[in-house]
Every structure is written in C-alpha cells, then in structure tokens.
C-alpha cells in the first residue's frame, strides 16, 4: 500500500471526452508532481506543485490541465487527448516545496488508454 | 541533462552481486535512487548528497564519488525480491528540476 492514493487506477477514453485524474496524500507533504511514464521508460515530469502554486509546467500541451484545489489533493484533468497520450499518469509528493533533497512517495499510477 | 546509466539490463542468481552506475558529466547536486516493480510505484531507496559519502540499509548500499559525478548502487547477496526497474534521480541543483535516468532493469533467477 502506498500513502499516496490515485484514482481511478484504469481508464479508458475517446478523443472527444473529459476526465480528471485524482491524487491524494496525507503526509502532510507541500510539494506535488505529476509524471507521464511510457513502457519502458522512466517517469517524465509534467507538473510541479509546491505549496499550492504551479511551480513547474514542463511545456506540457494544454489538453493537460492541472489543479490543486488543497495541500492534500492534485488534479490533472484531461481533454482531447491523442493517442499518443495513452500512458500510466504518476502522482508524486516531497515532504518541502521543491527541493533536490527530498525523496518523493509515487501513487501506484492512472493506467490510461485513449482510443 | 538526463543521467547515465549502466547497464541497460543485469541478469543475477540469488546470492549474486550487482552495481549499478549513474552518472553526469557535471557535478551533481544530489543522486536519488528508486526501484519500481512491473505495475508498481517507483519505491525510495536512499539519497545521497555529499561528494564520498556512502549509505545504506540492508544489503543495498550507494556511493557518491568526490566530484559528485558518478553514484553507484551496490546490491550484494541478491534476492528475488531485488528484481525491478533501478532509477536514479539527479540533478545539478538544490532546486526542482531532477531527471531520471534511463533505468536498469534487474532480474534476479532463482
């Protein structure tokens, strides 16, 4: 079990839909992140979060559209994707706001798949 | 800059030994390493920040070397527990931006 909680964990959609991906910790942690990772590959980053505020958008397209409504959750919601966006959408936290010595805790991952 | 790691891939039988190598052509400010199980999250291992230092739990150890260029990860007496993808995570300051290496996948064999 991980302590930091996504949901759904699977999810399929057409072009045309809408979706949200939800995360949530409650570690008290003040930094957020949202990861793309493609088979095979490592974790990209897309969005950071850190005490509330979008810190970091790694040029992420704007069908990607994140949110964090409270220290303890982070949305990503989602709209015309492409097929090429069909990949495991990982939610991350660090205890500080952004830092390079802090070890991040993953979410178990949105399995998404765009038809 | 996205760290190297080698190898790609390490095959083992259980007792066996293993390092992994992560490494950058600029000094680094920290090295993180994760495992990640297939289907799982990627799970914290250590961090390492200072140039020589070296930690540990269990049979699972790291280094850093003195330029903080290159880390290493030391898996020895391999269980099959140890198989997964090995990340490293680093990056040249104190604030945001790390990147994770390619990966090394390991695969422990009875």
């Known amino acids: 079990d991980t302590e930091v909680t996504q949901t759904p964990k699977h999810l399929v959609m057409g072009m045309t839909n809408k979706k949200s991906l939800k995360c949530e910790q409650h570690?008290?942690?003040?930094?957020m992140y949202w990861y793309k990772q493609k088979a095979k590959k490592p974790p990209e980053l897309m969005f950071v979060y850190s005490y509330e505020k979008l810190s970091i958008n790694e040029s992420v397209p704007s069908r990607f559209s994140p949110e964090c409504p409270n220290s303890s959750l982070l949305n990503l919601h989602l709209h015309a994707l492409q097929p090429e966006d069909s990949a495991l959408y990982l939610c991350?936290?660090?205890?500080?706001?952004?830092?390079?010595?802090?070890?991040?805790?993953f979410g178990d991952g949105t399995r998404l798949s765009i038809l | 800059q996205q760290p190297v790691q080698s190898p790609q891939a390490v095959i083992l039988r259980e007792g066996e030994d293993a390092v992994i190598n992560c490494s950058s052509s600029?000094?680094?400010?920290?090295v993180h390493w994760y495992r990640q199980k297939h289907g799982e999250a990627p799970v914290f291992l250590m961090i390492?920040?200072?140039?020589?230092e070296q930690k540990g739990h269990d049979k699972i150890s790291a280094s850093f070397n003195e330029k903080k260029q290159q880390s290493s990860l030391y898996l020895t007496a391999s269980q099959l527990s140890y198989s997964g993808t090995y990340f490293c995570?680093?990056?040249?300051?104190?604030?945001?931006?790390?990147?994770f290496g390619q990966g090394t996948i390991l695969t422990v064999h009875p």
């Open positions: 570690m008290g942690h003040r930094a």
């Open positions: 390492l920040l200072k140039g020589g």
């Open positions: 991350a936290s660090s205890q500080e706001g952004v830092s390079g010595n802090q070890p991040q805790h």
């Open positions: 600029k000094a680094l400010y920290s």
């Open positions: 995570r680093a990056g040249g300051t104190s604030y945001g931006k790390l990147t």
